[in-house]
């Protein structure tokens, strides 16, 4: 018997082995391997048995064994990976990786254990009981054989709960071999959190026409078994998944849901819990490495039925999946920013294809891909475009700033216009809570000097440093470099260095003074640094503790708090202006799922939106809530353009410290890839990337768009992964990229 193998370097190459007599019988696909590798002795996964290859089986080494620290890949991700290797254009061995948790791959972390005590022989113990009752320095021996006989089996912290315990003498009786002892593994329970549980609830007619269209799906074998629901915000999507997952647990199977946020995860979790209780796992990187070595070994030992998570939870290992729900489908966050550069969304669908699985995805705005592929026949349409118990759509007002003074004396220091102003302070008389949104995060975004024009900017990167005025230091949001703020003009000495751009540190300011004594709190990664920071914020809100939430997207969306009755949007403009085709459905995206936070509860909702550009087609649509209008210019833009959904889209990314070796490099692969361009593909030539630098690299792009491009593709990953670049030059792929910058 052969077995391919891949090593644990990234190759792209399967290597074949001979499998020794003592493997025989024992070796699956997915098992971690000991190799030998030239000189050394590494680490493999099995991705295949045969009979026979193209080798003499003399001239092929033997496995050395199993790894007795790794855990295997699940046998049945196997194809999902190769899959993933082939259309993102990356290495198998990053692909495989993929599939397990760094925690569960790399054996870092070791199983919990206990040991765990018993009588070995009854008959022995009560007559050591009855020869040394009245001795008193057997008493504690005499103690211990009491409470094992009367409990059974018991662990040590068990029996340290009892009186009178002592470790000598329980170390005694086991010499003597009257007590037996056993190390067992232990489940570490991380949960938070209690809830209480619910029941489902009566469906309303939109509810139970999803969940019908859900029952065929899963009662029929034929496509479509992907569902798009286009359901409005508040209108029930989360009780609608928990009533599919019902019927699929009924079943015998399980569900994976996933969510874009780890904001979002704490709260979702809750409403699961409460309805499913320990049958659900959690999964996402912001657990600890034991924590994340227990959420994925109970998934693998079927302990649970359910995972929760944000996009690494779509490869837990269940064998019998029946379901999969991309909640918020259209996030650019379920796009993985690190080789393998894949889209949760599109390979959950995959997954679904391959493993027989029904794939939901949710969204009140759903991406323009997903929406072509509904329209195509692809997925099955349906829509729930009304709240639930018929709520009206919260009212949203846009606010042209230029029509107010930003002077830094007036309310609100030019941040808070005079109408957002007076609507939370009678919303906060009220007793209402709202939220304020900045798609921004720091103190300011521009540190400058008006004598000599000294701007503090990154120098690894093309960008501005952001200034925090709590911490007191400069730091670059794309290479992370960090140092303290000027007191002077490190240029000229004057003091009077001015401060522009205002992001969520500098607006948590002027609120809690404006608005005081309101409590007002923050919620962005930097003050997020954990996911209990996440649930204790929340939780505070949930309370009515806090009365104003300032953050970025991650309050965006998801969360469901029905005393919010105002959104105030405080700056859409910044979003608009990027450079990139995704621009205006991020922020429509962003306008939309933010406006639906408010109105949630009896009070009708209320969104103001302030802008310097109110007559902007995006902001007009958002504000008008008109999802159809907005698609339809935006598709128009698109397929003039041969943009996805029109075409399909690679990007070519060079990047290195010496500009003109990056851009000869980009020009050589351009020139190697022209017999497998056609003239049904667009091609934009290297330019330097909108971001021209991060962390002291040049950075140059290529576009390839079009719709036939499985060719180019190949192409592209035969140069990417099996051509050596100049030194000091990378170049990778980008397959699907959901951002330009």
């Not at 900045?438 to 501005?464: I, K, M, Q, T």
């Not at 000229?492 to 522009?500: A, M, N, T, Y």
């Not at 939309?592 to 909702?605: E, I, K, N, S, T």
């Amino acid at each position: 018997m052969i077995a391919r193998v891949i090593s644990d370097v990234a190759l792209d190459r399967r290597f074949d082995y001979i499998v020794p007599p003592e493997l025989a019988g024992r070796l699956r696909c997915g098992a971690a391997v000991r190799i030998p590798f030239g000189n050394s002795v590494r680490e493999g996964y099995v991705l295949e048995l045969a009979e026979k290859c193209d080798y003499p089986p003399e001239k092929l080494k033997p496995l050395l064994g199993l790894s007795a620290d790794r855990a295997p890949v699940p046998e049945h991700l196997i194809a999902l990976g190769e899959w993933m290797a082939e259309y993102y254009c990356c290495s198998r061995e990053q692909a495989i990786r993929t599939l397990l948790p760094a925690a569960v791959r790399t054996g870092r972390v070791r199983p919990a254990t206990t040991h765990v005590y018993s009588v070995a022989d009854e008959a022995a113990a009560r007559k050591f009981l009855e020869d040394n009752r009245d001795k008193k320095n057997a008493s504690g021996r005499c103690s211990l054989l009491q409470i094992l006989l009367a409990d059974g089996a018991s662990s040590r912290e068990q029996l340290q709960g009892f009186a009178g315990f002592s470790a000598s003498s329980l170390a005694t009786l086991v010499k003597a071999k009257l007590v037996a002892v056993e190390e067992v593994t232990v489940r570490r329970d991380f949960r938070r959190f209690e809830v209480v549980p619910s029941s489902p609830l009566p469906p309303t007619p939109e509810q139970k026409l999803a969940l019908d269209a859900f029952d065929a799906m899963l009662d029929s074998r034929k496509p479509p078994r992907v569902m798009l629901l286009h359901g409005a915000t508040n209108s029930g999507k989360t009780e609608v998944y928990l009533q599919m997952i019902a019927k699929v647990i009924d079943r015998g199977q399980s569900a994976i849901v996933l969510v874009p946020e780890i904001s979002l995860t704490p709260q979702t979790v809750r409403r699961f819990r409460a309805r499913f209780g320990d049958r659900l796992s959690v999964l996402h990187s912001r657990l600890t490495d034991a924590e994340r070595y227990e959420e994925w070994h109970k998934v693998n030992s079927g302990e649970v039925s359910i995972v929760v998570g944000a996009r690494s939870a779509l490869f837990a290992p269940f064998t019998n999946l029946g379901l999969i729900i991309v909640d918020e489908e259209h996030e650019t966050s379920y796009k993985q920013s690190e080789a393998p550069r894949y889209i949760a969304r599109d390979v959950a669908v995959m997954r679904g294809k391959l493993e027989a699985a029904c794939v939901v995805l949710g969204s009140a705005t759903p991406s323009a891909e997903s929406l072509w592929n509904a329209r195509a026949g692809r997925f099955k349409l349906i829509r729930m475009p009304h709240q639930v118990e018929n709520r009206p759509a919260p009212r949203i007002s846009v606010v042209d700033l230029r029509s107010f003074s930003s002077e830094p004396g007036k309310p609100g220091g030019g941040l808070f216009s005079p109408p957002l102003v007076e609507a939370v302070r009678r919303r906060v008389e009220l007793d209402e809570q709202c939220i304020l949104f900045l798609n921004r995060r720091g103190y300011s975004h521009v540190l400058c000097c008006d004598l000599c024009g000294y701007e503090a900017r990154c120098p690894e990167c093309s960008v501005n440093y952001t200034y925090s005025r709590r911490r007191g230091t400069l730091s670059c949001h794309l290479c992370g470099r960090v140092e303290p703020a000027p007191e002077l003009c490190p240029s000229c000495g004057s003091p009077e260095l001015r401060r522009f751009g205002a992001g969520t540190e500098k607006i948590e300011e002027t609120a809690a003074k404006l608005f005081y004594p309101a409590r007002v709190a923050r919620m962005d990664s930097d003050t997020m640094r954990s996911a209990a920071d996440y649930e204790r914020t929340l939780e505070s809100f949930r309370r009515g503790d806090i009365r104003i939430l300032i953050g970025t997207q991650m309050i965006a969306k998801g969360l469901h708090f029905p005393n919010v009755t105002l959104v105030g949007v405080l700056n859409p403009d910044l979003g608009l202006a990027l450079p990139d085709f995704r621009a205006s459905e991020r922020v429509f995206h962003l306008l939309w799922q933010v406006a639906g936070r408010a109105g949630r509860g009896d009070v009708p909702g209320e969104v103001i939106i302030q802008t310097m550009h109110p007559e902007n087609e995006v902001i007009q649509f958002a504000a008008a809530l008109d999802f159809d209008g907005f698609s339809a210019f935006d598709s128009g833009f698109r397929e003039f353009l041969h943009y996805p959904p029109f075409g399909r889209l690679i990007a070519l990314h060079f990047r290195g410290e010496d500009e003109n070796a990056v851009l000869d490099y980009a020009e050589k692969i351009m020139a190697e890839l022209k017999p497998y361009l056609n003239s049904t593909l667009r091609v934009t030539d290297p330019a330097p990337a909108p971001i021209e630098r991060i962390k002291g690299k040049y950075r140059y792009l290529a576009l390839i768009r079009g719709e036939a491009l499985a060719l180019v593709r190949q192409a592209v990953r035969v140069l990417a992964l099996h051509r050596r670049p100049p030194k000091g030059v990378e170049f990778y792929v980008d397959v699907d990229p959901q951002s330009l910058l």
